[in-house]
């Protein structure tokens, strides 16, 4: 812990606020993933229709079309981007907890569709917002990736999972104190006691589940809106990173799927990418204190 690191002095500013977006979310000429500028995008490869309308026209309440610049090769692997809502909406926090849930279940199914391509490639899910979270459009958006070897990171956290006397999130759930942001649907979203990131927030199955149910969406959506507008909120940024992690291919019992929601409070510099150490700027007992506030105030109570 270095929450003295927060009260550094800084004559570098970078923008810890999304530009707004149209106060009616309504379509903005140029954007590639709103409604009626399908055009600007490769061709489709999934979406929600409920109307059934025509592949690449509007009436769509999710897609899902080829990452026009993949940070993985098209002949190596997979990189998509999940359009969350046709509303020209910037920030998670605003998403509808429907569409939300809408989007999450595309997520699984786009990520089993990876994990069965016969190149046997591993699949990650991530949302970037905001400048500081490397988003580079404002609309709201996922990605998912087919990575074609297996991701250190990935890899390093499985192992720790095998490798643990007992499943390290349950021994979390076990005693989260007074660090439990909400608990819906069986699902609870806390701020870890050693997160992996300053101001990181965890949401996991409060049982045992190594991976996701076919359809997530319904009690991970409306959570995870909440969370990452009082998340938000309470670190002073729409700057945000979210990424799930699920057993690996293949399967493994003793992992336990768990989402994260990391506030970008600060750049990583010297020291975290260098040596690995991760000075945090925040106590994770104090955010909750925050985050519950902000979720209270805005359910109206």
């Given at each position: 812990m270095a929450p003295a690191r927060a009260?550094?002095?800084?004559?570098?500013?970078?923008?810890?606020?999304?530009a707004p977006a149209p106060e009616d979310d309504s379509p903005v000429p140029g954007c590639p993933f709103c409604p009626g500028n399908e055009?600007?995008?490769?061709?489709?490869?999934?979406a929600r229709r409920p109307g059934g309308s025509a592949p690449d026209r509007p009436g769509w309440a999710v897609r899902v079309v080829p990452n026009r610049f993949p940070a993985v090769d098209p002949e190596d692997g997979?990189?998509?981007?999940?359009v969350t809502t046709p509303r020209h909406v910037a920030l998670l926090g605003r998403v509808r907890p429907g569409e939300a849930a809408d989007a999450l279940d595309v997520w699984a199914e786009r990520l089993r569709v990876v994990e069965a391509d016969r190149r046997g490639l591993w699949p990650f899910a991530f949302l970037n917002q905001g400048a500081l979270g490397g988003a580079s459009l404002q609309h709201t958006h996922a990605q998912v990736v087919g990575i074609p070897f297996a991701p250190p990171r990935l890899v390093e956290r499985a192992r720790g999972f095998a490798g643990a006397p007992r499943c390290p999130v349950c021994a979390e759930l076990e005693d989260p104190?007074?660090?439990?942001?909400?608990t819906a649907g069986g699902l609870v979203a806390w701020f870890p006691a050693v997160p992996s990131l300053s101001g990181a927030l965890r949401i996991a199955p409060a049982d045992h589940l190594p991976d996701w149910e076919e359809r997530p969406g319904?009690?991970?959506?409306?959570?995870?809106?909440?969370?990452?507008?009082?998340?938000?909120?309470a670190a002073g940024t729409d700057a945000l990173n979210v990424w799930v992690h699920r057993a690996p291919p293949g399967g493994m019992s003793a992992y336990h799927w768990h989402l994260e929601l990391v506030p970008r409070l600060g750049t990583l510099a010297g020291l975290e990418l260098g040596a690995g150490v991760l000075a945090l700027t925040r106590d994770p007992s104090e955010l909750a204190a925050r985050a519950r506030a902000a979720d209270a105030a805005a359910a109206g109570g």
């Open positions: 009260a550094r002095p800084h004559d570098v500013v970078a923008p810890a606020r999304v055009g600007l995008t490769p061709p489709e490869r999934a997979v990189h998509e981007v999940v104190g007074d660090r439990v942001l909400a319904a009690a991970l959506g409306p959570l995870l809106v909440r969370a990452a507008a009082a998340v938000c909120a």
